[in-house]
C-alpha cells in the first residue's frame, strides 16, 4: 500500500495547481460577467433603452452576455471536476490512514 499511498500524494500534488488555476479562472469570469452585462446595458442605451430594466433586458440577451454566461458554465464545471478529484485522494488517503491505524491496533491486540 505504500506505493498507492505515494501514487495518492503525488496525484494530490499534480492536481493542487489545475484546481487553483480552475479556480482563478472561474473567479475571473465571475467578476467579468459583470462588467460585461454593465458594458452591454451602455450598448443598450445608446440604442434608445432608457429605463435600467429595459437596458438590462436587453443586455441579458446580447450575443456577447451570452458568450459570458457559457464561459462561466465551463469554468465553473472545471472547477467543480478539480474539486471534486482533490476530495476523492483526500477520501483515499483517509481510508488508508484508517487501515493503517487498525493494522497497528490488531498487531498491539496480538502482540504482534
Not at 506505493?3 to 499534480?14: A, Q, Y
Not at 460577467?33 to 433603452?49: F, P, Q, T, Y
Not at 454566461?69 to 483515499?92: G, H, P, S, W
Request: glycine fraction near 2%; aromatic fraction near 8%; proline fraction near 2%.
Amino acid at each position: 500500500m505504500e506505493t498507492r499511498t505515494e501514487e495518492l500524494l503525488s496525484e494530490f500534488r499534480d492536481l493542487i495547481p489545475q484546481y487553483a488555476e480552475a479556480k482563478a479562472n472561474l473567479v475571473y469570469v465571475e467578476e467579468f460577467k459583470k462588467s460585461k452585462l454593465a458594458m452591454c446595458m451602455n450598448v443598450a442605451e445608446r440604442n434608445g433603452c432608457k429605463t435600467i430594466a429595459s437596458q438590462e433586458k436587453e443586455a441579458r440577451i446580447n450575443p456577447d452576455y451570452l458568450q459570458v454566461l457559457d464561459a462561466l458554465k465551463e469554468a465553473t464545471n472545471k472547477e467543480a471536476r478539480f474539486r471534486f478529484l482533490i476530495k476523492k485522494v483526500e477520501y483515499e488517503i483517509e481510508i488508508w490512514r484508517s487501515q493503517q491505524a487498525n493494522n497497528r491496533l490488531e498487531r498491539k491486540a496480538y502482540g504482534a
